[in-house]
Protein backbone atom coordinates (compact mmCIF):
# COMPACT_ATOMS: atom_id res chain seq x y z
CA UNK A 1 0.00 0.00 0.00
CA UNK A 2 1.20 3.56 -0.99
CA UNK A 3 -0.28 6.29 1.00
CA UNK A 4 0.56 8.95 2.87
CA UNK A 5 -1.72 10.14 6.21
CA UNK A 6 -0.14 13.49 8.14
CA UNK A 7 -1.19 14.45 11.42
CA UNK A 8 -0.08 17.95 11.18
CA UNK A 9 -0.85 19.05 7.90
CA UNK A 10 -0.63 23.42 7.71
CA UNK A 11 -1.87 24.96 4.94
CA UNK A 12 -1.11 28.40 4.26
CA UNK A 13 -3.57 30.12 1.84
CA UNK A 14 -2.55 32.50 -0.85
CA UNK A 15 -5.93 34.14 -1.41
CA UNK A 16 -5.21 36.00 -4.45
CA UNK A 17 -3.44 32.73 -6.38
CA UNK A 18 -7.05 31.10 -5.12
CA UNK A 19 -8.93 33.74 -6.39
CA UNK A 20 -7.01 34.00 -9.69
CA UNK A 21 -7.10 30.47 -10.12
CA UNK A 22 -10.97 30.82 -9.51
CA UNK A 23 -10.98 33.61 -12.23
CA UNK A 24 -9.69 30.94 -15.18
CA UNK A 25 -12.17 28.46 -14.17
CA UNK A 26 -13.19 26.97 -17.80
CA UNK A 27 -16.56 26.33 -18.90
CA UNK A 28 -17.78 22.89 -19.71
CA UNK A 29 -19.10 22.15 -23.23
CA UNK A 30 -21.40 19.56 -23.80
CA UNK A 31 -23.51 17.42 -25.75
CA UNK A 32 -25.79 14.80 -26.25
CA UNK A 33 -24.45 11.23 -26.89
CA UNK A 34 -26.68 8.27 -27.44
CA UNK A 35 -25.92 4.54 -27.20
CA UNK A 36 -25.07 2.67 -30.28
CA UNK A 37 -26.22 -0.80 -29.47
CA UNK A 38 -27.34 -3.45 -27.24
CA UNK A 39 -24.46 -6.15 -26.40
CA UNK A 40 -23.50 -8.78 -24.48
CA UNK A 41 -20.37 -9.42 -22.95
CA UNK A 42 -19.01 -13.23 -22.57
CA UNK A 43 -15.80 -15.22 -21.06
CA UNK A 44 -13.16 -15.47 -23.57
CA UNK A 45 -9.61 -15.78 -22.12
CA UNK A 46 -7.85 -14.74 -25.54
CA UNK A 47 -9.32 -11.41 -25.05
CA UNK A 48 -8.45 -8.51 -22.51
CA UNK A 49 -9.17 -9.35 -18.89
CA UNK A 50 -10.99 -12.46 -20.42
CA UNK A 51 -14.57 -10.46 -21.34
CA UNK A 52 -15.23 -10.13 -25.00
CA UNK A 53 -18.34 -7.70 -25.88
CA UNK A 54 -20.51 -9.63 -28.95
CA UNK A 55 -23.04 -7.40 -30.35
CA UNK A 56 -26.53 -8.14 -28.92
CA UNK A 57 -28.69 -6.18 -31.44
CA UNK A 58 -29.88 -2.51 -32.50
CA UNK A 59 -30.62 0.05 -29.75
CA UNK A 60 -34.31 0.24 -31.82
CA UNK A 61 -34.85 -3.24 -29.96
CA UNK A 62 -35.32 -1.76 -27.07
CA UNK A 63 -38.15 0.06 -28.49
CA UNK A 64 -40.39 -3.90 -28.20
CA UNK A 65 -38.88 -5.56 -25.34
CA UNK A 66 -39.87 -5.52 -21.81
CA UNK A 67 -38.46 -6.66 -18.78
CA UNK A 68 -39.35 -8.08 -15.96
CA UNK A 69 -37.74 -8.93 -12.01
CA UNK A 70 -34.06 -10.81 -13.41
CA UNK A 71 -33.74 -9.50 -16.63
CA UNK A 72 -31.09 -7.10 -17.80
CA UNK A 73 -29.14 -5.51 -20.70
CA UNK A 74 -26.33 -3.68 -21.56
CA UNK A 75 -25.76 -0.56 -23.67
CA UNK A 76 -23.04 0.63 -25.89
CA UNK A 77 -22.01 3.88 -26.70
CA UNK A 78 -19.82 3.23 -29.20
CA UNK A 79 -17.02 5.02 -27.70
CA UNK A 80 -15.80 6.15 -24.05
CA UNK A 81 -17.84 9.26 -22.65
CA UNK A 82 -17.97 11.44 -19.67
CA UNK A 83 -21.22 13.13 -18.31
CA UNK A 84 -24.60 12.60 -16.76
CA UNK A 85 -27.02 9.86 -17.70
CA UNK A 86 -30.58 10.00 -18.77
CA UNK A 87 -33.40 7.64 -19.47
CA UNK A 88 -36.75 7.15 -19.11
CA UNK A 89 -38.61 3.87 -18.15
CA UNK A 90 -42.39 3.84 -17.98
CA UNK A 91 -44.57 0.25 -17.03
CA UNK A 92 -46.39 -2.00 -18.66
CA UNK A 93 -49.38 -4.24 -18.00
CA UNK A 94 -51.16 -3.55 -14.63
CA UNK A 95 -50.83 -0.10 -13.06
CA UNK A 96 -47.36 -0.31 -11.57
CA UNK A 97 -48.01 -1.39 -7.83
CA UNK A 98 -44.95 -1.60 -6.05
CA UNK A 99 -41.72 0.89 -6.87
CA UNK A 100 -39.15 -0.57 -9.52
CA UNK A 101 -35.39 -1.46 -8.14
CA UNK A 102 -33.30 -1.01 -10.57
CA UNK A 103 -29.32 -1.70 -10.77
CA UNK A 104 -27.07 0.69 -12.93
CA UNK A 105 -23.83 -0.11 -13.35
CA UNK A 106 -21.76 1.56 -15.60
CA UNK A 107 -17.94 0.81 -16.67
CA UNK A 108 -15.30 1.88 -18.85
CA UNK A 109 -14.47 -1.67 -19.79
CA UNK A 110 -15.93 -5.19 -20.59
CA UNK A 111 -15.12 -6.80 -17.74
CA UNK A 112 -16.43 -3.90 -15.63
CA UNK A 113 -19.41 -5.42 -17.45
CA UNK A 114 -18.82 -8.77 -16.40
CA UNK A 115 -17.37 -9.26 -13.26
CA UNK A 116 -19.43 -8.41 -10.02
CA UNK A 117 -17.94 -5.76 -8.53
CA UNK A 118 -19.01 -7.49 -4.99
CA UNK A 119 -15.97 -9.75 -6.01
CA UNK A 120 -13.22 -6.62 -5.32
CA UNK A 121 -11.18 -6.51 -2.86
CA UNK A 122 -8.16 -3.93 -3.18
CA UNK A 123 -6.66 -1.68 -1.29
CA UNK A 124 -8.10 1.56 -3.04
CA UNK A 125 -11.65 2.51 -1.89
CA UNK A 126 -14.28 0.28 -3.69
CA UNK A 127 -16.51 3.45 -4.27
CA UNK A 128 -14.51 4.16 -6.82
CA UNK A 129 -16.76 1.27 -8.63
CA UNK A 130 -19.54 3.30 -10.42
CA UNK A 131 -22.92 1.83 -10.14
CA UNK A 132 -26.30 2.62 -8.59
CA UNK A 133 -29.29 1.05 -7.00
CA UNK A 134 -32.41 3.40 -7.70
CA UNK A 135 -35.76 2.62 -6.66
CA UNK A 136 -38.54 4.39 -8.59
CA UNK A 137 -41.82 4.99 -6.92
CA UNK A 138 -43.83 6.82 -9.45
CA UNK A 139 -43.45 5.24 -13.41
CA UNK A 140 -43.26 6.41 -15.93
CA UNK A 141 -40.44 8.10 -14.57
CA UNK A 142 -37.43 10.47 -16.50
CA UNK A 143 -34.63 9.51 -14.55
CA UNK A 144 -30.85 11.45 -14.71
CA UNK A 145 -28.37 10.44 -12.17
CA UNK A 146 -26.73 13.54 -10.21
CA UNK A 147 -23.10 11.94 -10.78
CA UNK A 148 -20.74 12.03 -13.03
CA UNK A 149 -19.77 8.73 -14.90
CA UNK A 150 -16.90 8.20 -16.82
CA UNK A 151 -17.61 4.87 -19.60
CA UNK A 152 -18.61 3.22 -22.65
CA UNK A 153 -20.89 0.81 -21.22
CA UNK A 154 -23.88 0.49 -19.27
CA UNK A 155 -25.82 -2.17 -17.83
CA UNK A 156 -29.31 -2.16 -16.57
CA UNK A 157 -30.54 -5.24 -14.34
CA UNK A 158 -34.43 -5.16 -12.86
CA UNK A 159 -33.75 -6.30 -9.66
CA UNK A 160 -37.18 -6.17 -8.66
CA UNK A 161 -41.04 -5.17 -10.74
CA UNK A 162 -44.30 -6.56 -8.72
CA UNK A 163 -45.89 -9.99 -10.48
CA UNK A 164 -48.45 -7.58 -11.97
CA UNK A 165 -45.90 -4.72 -14.42
CA UNK A 166 -42.86 -5.00 -16.51
CA UNK A 167 -40.59 -1.59 -17.58
CA UNK A 168 -39.69 -0.19 -20.77
CA UNK A 169 -36.45 1.70 -21.11
CA UNK A 170 -35.86 4.54 -23.63
CA UNK A 171 -34.37 7.73 -24.83
CA UNK A 172 -31.19 6.37 -23.00
CA UNK A 173 -28.78 9.09 -23.18
CA UNK A 174 -25.18 10.73 -21.95
CA UNK A 175 -24.73 14.50 -21.81
CA UNK A 176 -21.18 13.92 -22.26
CA UNK A 177 -18.97 17.21 -20.89
CA UNK A 178 -15.42 18.33 -21.49
CA UNK A 179 -13.34 21.78 -21.25
CA UNK A 180 -11.24 20.75 -23.93
CA UNK A 181 -12.36 22.73 -27.51
CA UNK A 182 -11.91 19.72 -29.76
CA UNK A 183 -12.06 22.03 -32.58
CA UNK A 184 -9.12 23.83 -32.09
CA UNK A 185 -6.49 20.44 -32.51
CA UNK A 186 -4.96 21.02 -35.81
CA UNK A 187 -5.45 17.46 -38.30
CA UNK A 188 -2.21 14.96 -37.97
CA UNK A 189 -2.93 13.08 -40.49
CA UNK A 190 -0.51 10.74 -40.25
CA UNK A 191 0.21 7.89 -43.44
CA UNK A 192 1.29 5.73 -41.04
CA UNK A 193 -2.15 4.82 -39.46
CA UNK A 194 -0.92 2.84 -36.20
CA UNK A 195 0.59 6.33 -35.52
CA UNK A 196 -2.49 8.31 -36.94
CA UNK A 197 -5.11 6.10 -34.87
CA UNK A 198 -2.86 6.35 -31.40
CA UNK A 199 -2.70 10.43 -32.07
CA UNK A 200 -6.42 10.17 -32.20
CA UNK A 201 -6.96 8.32 -28.96
CA UNK A 202 -4.14 10.45 -27.08
CA UNK A 203 -6.53 13.50 -27.81
CA UNK A 204 -9.55 11.81 -26.95
CA UNK A 205 -8.18 10.75 -23.60
CA UNK A 206 -6.81 14.16 -22.68
CA UNK A 207 -10.05 15.67 -23.53
CA UNK A 208 -12.22 13.38 -21.67
CA UNK A 209 -9.84 13.89 -18.46
CA UNK A 210 -10.17 18.30 -19.47
CA UNK A 211 -13.09 19.43 -17.27
CA UNK A 212 -12.77 21.62 -14.24
CA UNK A 213 -9.53 21.12 -13.92
CA UNK A 214 -6.68 18.80 -15.41
CA UNK A 215 -8.16 15.38 -13.67
CA UNK A 216 -5.95 12.50 -13.72
CA UNK A 217 -8.73 10.26 -14.61
CA UNK A 218 -12.59 10.79 -15.11
CA UNK A 219 -13.13 7.27 -13.55
CA UNK A 220 -10.31 7.65 -10.27
CA UNK A 221 -9.25 9.58 -8.88
CA UNK A 222 -10.94 12.55 -10.59
CA UNK A 223 -8.45 15.33 -9.02
CA UNK A 224 -5.48 17.10 -9.79
CA UNK A 225 -2.22 15.39 -9.54
CA UNK A 226 1.06 17.02 -10.55
CA UNK A 227 2.91 14.46 -12.04
CA UNK A 228 -0.19 14.04 -14.34
CA UNK A 229 -0.52 17.53 -14.74
CA UNK A 230 2.87 17.75 -15.86
CA UNK A 231 2.29 15.80 -18.75
CA UNK A 232 -1.37 16.62 -19.77
CA UNK A 233 0.12 20.28 -20.37
CA UNK A 234 3.37 19.24 -22.45
CA UNK A 235 -0.06 16.88 -24.44
CA UNK A 236 -2.15 20.52 -24.57
CA UNK A 237 0.43 22.60 -25.86
CA UNK A 238 1.06 20.25 -28.94
CA UNK A 239 -3.17 19.91 -29.33
CA UNK A 240 -5.93 21.94 -27.75
CA UNK A 241 -3.50 24.96 -26.30
CA UNK A 242 -5.67 25.69 -23.66
CA UNK A 243 -2.97 27.10 -21.75
CA UNK A 244 -5.09 29.44 -19.27
CA UNK A 245 -6.11 25.77 -17.47
CA UNK A 246 -2.68 24.89 -17.13
CA UNK A 247 -2.26 28.49 -15.07
CA UNK A 248 -5.40 28.09 -13.25
CA UNK A 249 -4.02 24.37 -12.22
CA UNK A 250 -0.42 25.75 -11.09
CA UNK A 251 -2.61 28.88 -9.22
CA UNK A 252 -4.26 25.99 -7.71
CA UNK A 253 -0.94 24.37 -6.13
CA UNK A 254 0.39 27.12 -5.37
CA UNK A 255 -2.80 28.64 -3.56
CA UNK A 256 -2.36 25.76 -0.85
CA UNK A 257 1.47 24.94 -0.14
CA UNK A 258 2.05 23.57 3.67
CA UNK A 259 3.65 26.31 5.90
CA UNK A 260 7.30 25.23 4.62
CA UNK A 261 6.30 26.26 0.93
CA UNK A 262 5.95 22.63 -0.13
CA UNK A 263 3.08 21.87 -2.79
CA UNK A 264 1.16 19.07 -1.77
CA UNK A 265 1.03 16.08 -4.85
CA UNK A 266 -2.46 16.29 -5.72
CA UNK A 267 -5.31 18.99 -4.89
CA UNK A 268 -8.89 18.28 -4.56
CA UNK A 269 -11.33 21.19 -5.98
CA UNK A 270 -14.50 20.75 -4.29
CA UNK A 271 -16.70 21.48 -2.01
CA UNK A 272 -13.52 23.90 -2.58
CA UNK A 273 -9.46 23.56 -3.11
CA UNK A 274 -7.95 21.56 -0.51
CA UNK A 275 -4.56 19.98 -0.70
CA UNK A 276 -3.99 16.93 -0.08
CA UNK A 277 -1.74 15.89 2.69
CA UNK A 278 0.65 13.81 0.69
CA UNK A 279 3.89 14.80 -0.84
CA UNK A 280 5.94 13.24 -3.19
CA UNK A 281 9.61 14.58 -3.83
CA UNK A 282 9.43 14.12 -7.65
CA UNK A 283 5.86 15.51 -7.96
CA UNK A 284 6.85 18.64 -5.54
CA UNK A 285 9.84 19.46 -8.21
CA UNK A 286 7.57 19.18 -10.87
CA UNK A 287 5.83 22.66 -9.61
CA UNK A 288 8.76 23.99 -11.61
CA UNK A 289 8.60 21.90 -14.35
CA UNK A 290 5.30 22.10 -15.32
CA UNK A 291 6.25 25.95 -14.57
CA UNK A 292 9.11 25.83 -17.16
CA UNK A 293 6.90 24.11 -19.92
CA UNK A 294 4.09 26.58 -19.58
CA UNK A 295 6.93 29.39 -19.84
CA UNK A 296 7.92 27.91 -23.11
CA UNK A 297 4.80 27.59 -24.45
CA UNK A 298 3.01 30.82 -23.79
CA UNK A 299 6.26 33.47 -22.76
CA UNK A 300 3.74 34.58 -20.09
CA UNK A 301 6.61 36.20 -18.19
CA UNK A 302 3.79 37.74 -14.89
CA UNK A 303 2.76 34.22 -14.43
CA UNK A 304 6.36 32.75 -14.39
CA UNK A 305 7.33 36.25 -12.16
CA UNK A 306 4.39 35.52 -9.90
CA UNK A 307 4.94 31.87 -9.43
CA UNK A 308 8.67 31.67 -9.35
CA UNK A 309 8.91 32.05 -5.99
CA UNK A 310 6.76 28.69 -5.03
CA UNK A 311 8.78 26.71 -7.45
CA UNK A 312 11.98 27.93 -6.10
CA UNK A 313 10.79 26.81 -2.56
CA UNK A 314 10.52 23.31 -3.97
CA UNK A 315 13.94 23.50 -4.82
CA UNK A 316 15.26 24.50 -1.92
CA UNK A 317 13.28 21.81 -0.32
CA UNK A 318 14.13 19.59 -2.49
CA UNK A 319 18.02 20.00 -1.78
CA UNK A 320 17.71 19.40 1.91
CA UNK A 321 17.24 15.80 1.41
CA UNK A 322 21.19 15.80 -0.03
CA UNK A 323 23.48 13.86 2.17
CA UNK A 324 27.01 15.28 2.89
CA UNK A 325 27.93 13.00 -0.62
CA UNK A 326 25.20 15.41 -2.43
CA UNK A 327 23.21 12.33 -2.83
CA UNK A 328 19.67 11.90 -1.44
CA UNK A 329 18.62 9.98 1.23
CA UNK A 330 16.85 7.35 0.39
CA UNK A 331 13.56 5.86 2.40
CA UNK A 332 11.67 2.84 2.02
CA UNK A 333 8.42 5.07 2.87
CA UNK A 334 6.70 5.97 -0.45
CA UNK A 335 8.41 9.41 -0.52
CA UNK A 336 8.70 9.88 -4.62
CA UNK A 337 6.60 8.48 -6.94
CA UNK A 338 8.48 7.76 -10.47
CA UNK A 339 6.36 4.74 -11.34
CA UNK A 340 3.92 1.84 -9.67
CA UNK A 341 6.57 -0.78 -10.76
CA UNK A 342 6.69 -3.17 -7.68
CA UNK A 343 10.40 -2.95 -5.73
CA UNK A 344 11.62 -0.34 -7.75
CA UNK A 345 13.82 1.87 -5.54
CA UNK A 346 13.30 5.52 -5.99
CA UNK A 347 16.70 7.05 -5.09
CA UNK A 348 18.41 7.41 -8.43
CA UNK A 349 14.98 8.08 -10.59
CA UNK A 350 14.79 10.84 -7.43
CA UNK A 351 18.18 12.31 -7.92
CA UNK A 352 17.46 12.70 -11.82
CA UNK A 353 14.58 14.31 -11.56
CA UNK A 354 16.46 16.44 -9.25
CA UNK A 355 18.91 17.53 -12.01
CA UNK A 356 16.48 17.70 -14.32
CA UNK A 357 14.35 20.47 -12.40
CA UNK A 358 17.22 22.28 -11.20
CA UNK A 359 18.65 22.20 -15.19
CA UNK A 360 14.78 23.96 -15.68
CA UNK A 361 15.20 26.31 -12.86
CA UNK A 362 18.49 27.73 -14.27
CA UNK A 363 16.71 28.74 -17.17
CA UNK A 364 13.90 30.08 -15.34
CA UNK A 365 15.98 32.18 -13.65
CA UNK A 366 17.80 33.39 -15.88
CA UNK A 367 15.26 34.61 -17.94
CA UNK A 368 14.03 36.35 -14.53
CA UNK A 369 17.70 37.95 -14.46
CA UNK A 370 17.22 36.85 -10.40
CA UNK A 371 20.14 35.94 -8.18
CA UNK A 372 19.14 32.71 -7.52
CA UNK A 373 20.45 31.69 -10.87
CA UNK A 374 24.28 31.31 -9.80
CA UNK A 375 22.94 28.97 -6.64
CA UNK A 376 21.64 26.73 -8.15
CA UNK A 377 24.16 26.07 -11.39
CA UNK A 378 26.71 25.86 -8.83
CA UNK A 379 24.73 22.96 -6.84
CA UNK A 380 24.02 22.15 -10.23
CA UNK A 381 27.26 21.53 -10.62
CA UNK A 382 28.09 19.32 -7.35
CA UNK A 383 25.49 16.96 -7.68
CA UNK A 384 25.80 16.16 -11.29
CA UNK A 385 29.56 15.45 -10.17
CA UNK A 386 28.47 13.45 -7.17
CA UNK A 387 25.77 11.69 -8.95
CA UNK A 388 28.81 10.21 -11.58
CA UNK A 389 30.94 9.10 -8.80
CA UNK A 390 28.58 7.46 -6.59
CA UNK A 391 25.45 6.33 -8.17
CA UNK A 392 27.40 5.40 -11.81
CA UNK A 393 28.17 1.34 -11.60
CA UNK A 394 31.75 1.34 -13.67
CA UNK A 395 31.39 -2.47 -14.48
CA UNK A 396 27.78 -3.13 -14.75
CA UNK A 397 27.86 0.30 -17.18
CA UNK A 398 24.47 1.47 -15.49
CA UNK A 399 23.22 3.65 -12.65
CA UNK A 400 22.46 2.10 -9.71
CA UNK A 401 20.36 3.04 -6.57
CA UNK A 402 19.79 2.40 -3.23
CA UNK A 403 21.49 0.52 -1.09
CA UNK A 404 21.36 -2.33 -2.56
CA UNK A 405 22.28 -0.90 -5.91
CA UNK A 406 19.79 -1.95 -7.74
CA UNK A 407 19.93 -1.50 -11.89
CA UNK A 408 16.33 -0.12 -12.70
CA UNK A 409 14.79 1.13 -16.37
CA UNK A 410 13.82 3.99 -14.55
CA UNK A 411 17.10 5.41 -13.09
CA UNK A 412 18.55 5.13 -16.37
CA UNK A 413 15.36 6.61 -18.51
CA UNK A 414 15.45 10.04 -16.12
CA UNK A 415 19.84 10.03 -16.00
CA UNK A 416 19.49 10.12 -19.84
CA UNK A 417 16.49 12.71 -19.42
CA UNK A 418 17.91 14.70 -17.19
CA UNK A 419 21.23 15.34 -19.47
CA UNK A 420 23.54 13.46 -17.27
CA UNK A 421 25.06 11.78 -19.74
CA UNK A 422 26.25 12.56 -23.42
CA UNK A 423 24.17 11.68 -26.77
CA UNK A 424 26.47 9.48 -27.72
CA UNK A 425 26.60 7.37 -23.91
CA UNK A 426 22.61 7.76 -23.59
CA UNK A 427 22.82 6.07 -27.18
CA UNK A 428 25.10 3.37 -25.39
CA UNK A 429 23.36 3.16 -22.21
CA UNK A 430 19.50 2.90 -23.83
CA UNK A 431 20.65 0.28 -25.88
CA UNK A 432 22.47 -1.73 -23.10
CA UNK A 433 19.32 -1.46 -21.39
CA UNK A 434 16.68 -2.91 -24.61
CA UNK A 435 19.30 -5.66 -24.49
CA UNK A 436 19.86 -6.71 -20.62
CA UNK A 437 16.62 -6.05 -19.73
CA UNK A 438 17.11 -5.62 -15.77
CA UNK A 439 14.66 -7.21 -13.92
CA UNK A 440 13.09 -3.75 -12.72
CA UNK A 441 10.96 -2.77 -15.38
CA UNK A 442 8.16 -0.50 -15.82
CA UNK A 443 4.60 -0.50 -15.11
CA UNK A 444 3.00 2.57 -16.39
CA UNK A 445 2.36 4.10 -19.74
CA UNK A 446 3.39 7.27 -17.43
CA UNK A 447 7.12 5.84 -17.13
CA UNK A 448 6.95 4.19 -20.54
CA UNK A 449 6.50 8.28 -21.90
CA UNK A 450 9.83 8.95 -20.12
CA UNK A 451 11.13 5.53 -21.63
CA UNK A 452 10.27 6.29 -25.21
CA UNK A 453 11.43 10.51 -24.88
CA UNK A 454 14.86 9.36 -23.11
CA UNK A 455 14.92 7.03 -26.61
CA UNK A 456 14.53 10.10 -28.55
CA UNK A 457 16.74 12.36 -26.56
CA UNK A 458 19.33 9.12 -26.74
CA UNK A 459 18.98 9.75 -31.07
CA UNK A 460 17.07 6.65 -31.46
CA UNK A 461 13.78 7.68 -33.11
CA UNK A 462 13.06 4.49 -35.05
CA UNK A 463 13.67 2.57 -31.99
CA UNK A 464 11.11 5.42 -30.08
CA UNK A 465 8.80 4.66 -33.07
CA UNK A 466 8.30 1.15 -32.92
CA UNK A 467 8.78 0.78 -28.46
CA UNK A 468 5.34 3.27 -29.20
CA UNK A 469 3.49 1.58 -31.33
CA UNK A 470 4.08 -1.80 -29.54
CA UNK A 471 2.78 -0.59 -26.49
CA UNK A 472 0.06 2.30 -27.08
CA UNK A 473 -0.32 0.51 -30.68
CA UNK A 474 -0.67 -2.81 -28.23
CA UNK A 475 -3.28 -0.88 -25.68
CA UNK A 476 -5.49 -0.03 -29.36
CA UNK A 477 -5.42 -3.61 -30.28
CA UNK A 478 -6.85 -4.71 -26.62
CA UNK A 479 -9.67 -2.60 -27.05
CA UNK A 480 -8.35 0.81 -25.75
CA UNK A 481 -11.28 3.68 -26.73
CA UNK A 482 -9.04 5.96 -24.11
CA UNK A 483 -5.48 4.78 -22.82
CA UNK A 484 -4.98 3.55 -19.53
CA UNK A 485 -3.71 4.18 -16.48
CA UNK A 486 -2.00 0.92 -16.17
CA UNK A 487 -0.99 -1.74 -19.33
CA UNK A 488 1.63 -4.30 -18.52
CA UNK A 489 1.37 -6.12 -22.12
CA UNK A 490 3.20 -9.46 -20.57
CA UNK A 491 0.52 -9.47 -17.45
CA UNK A 492 -2.72 -7.83 -18.51
CA UNK A 493 -4.40 -8.17 -15.50
CA UNK A 494 -1.64 -5.95 -13.54
CA UNK A 495 -2.76 -3.40 -11.02
CA UNK A 496 -1.02 -2.00 -8.13
CA UNK A 497 -4.27 -1.72 -6.13
CA UNK A 498 -4.87 -5.17 -6.11
CA UNK A 499 -7.37 -5.68 -8.49
CA UNK A 500 -7.82 -4.30 -12.73
CA UNK A 501 -11.55 -3.44 -11.55
CA UNK A 502 -10.69 -0.21 -9.68
CA UNK A 503 -7.66 0.78 -12.63
CA UNK A 504 -8.69 3.93 -14.72
CA UNK A 505 -9.24 3.29 -18.17
CA UNK A 506 -9.07 6.76 -19.76
CA UNK A 507 -5.93 8.27 -17.60
CA UNK A 508 -4.26 11.92 -17.73
CA UNK A 509 -0.56 10.33 -17.71
CA UNK A 510 -1.39 7.80 -20.86
CA UNK A 511 -2.32 10.89 -23.08
CA UNK A 512 1.48 11.78 -24.32
CA UNK A 513 1.46 9.81 -27.44
CA UNK A 514 0.27 13.31 -29.03
CA UNK A 515 3.10 15.41 -27.52
CA UNK A 516 5.60 12.74 -28.71
CA UNK A 517 4.64 12.55 -32.72
CA UNK A 518 3.98 15.85 -32.69
CA UNK A 519 7.05 17.54 -30.74
CA UNK A 520 9.35 14.86 -31.98
CA UNK A 521 7.65 15.01 -35.64
CA UNK A 522 7.55 11.16 -35.39
C1 LIG B 1 -2.43 7.17 -8.89
C2 LIG B 1 -3.01 7.86 -10.07
C3 LIG B 1 -2.49 9.27 -10.31
C4 LIG B 1 -1.02 9.34 -9.98
C5 LIG B 1 -0.78 8.86 -8.59
C6 LIG B 1 0.62 8.98 -8.06
O1 LIG B 1 -3.25 7.37 -7.80
O2 LIG B 1 -2.78 7.07 -11.19
O3 LIG B 1 -2.72 9.64 -11.62
O4 LIG B 1 -0.46 10.56 -10.24
O5 LIG B 1 -1.11 7.50 -8.59
Not at 97 to 104: V, Y
Not at 455 to 462: P, Q
Not at 504 to 511: K, R
Amino acid sequence: MSTQKLENHVVVKNNLFIQKAESLKPELKSSMVKPERLVEVNLDPSVMHGWKVEPASSIDALDKREFKKGDSFIVDFGDHQVGYLTFRVRPVGSPPDAPLKLKLTIGEMPVEMGEPFENYDGWLSSAWLQEETIFVDVLPETITLPRRYSFRYVKFEVLATSQKYQVMFEDIECRAVTSADLEAVEALGHPDQMLQKIDEVSIKTLADCMQDVFEDGPKRDRRLWLGDLRLQALANYETFGTNELVKRCLYLFAGVPNDKGNVSANVFIEPQLIADDTFLFDYSLFFLSTLHDYYLATRDTETLKELWPTAYCQVELALERLDEDQILVDSSAWWSFIDWQQGLNKQTPSQAILIYTLKQAVHLAEELNVSEKEIVAARLEEIVSATKKYLWDEEQQFFVSGQDRQVSWASQIWMVLAGVVTEEESKQLMNRLLEEKPEIGIATPYMYHHFIEALLIAGEKELAISEMKTYWGGMIEDGADTFWELYDPKDKEFSPYGSHLINSYCHAWSCTPTYLIRKYNL
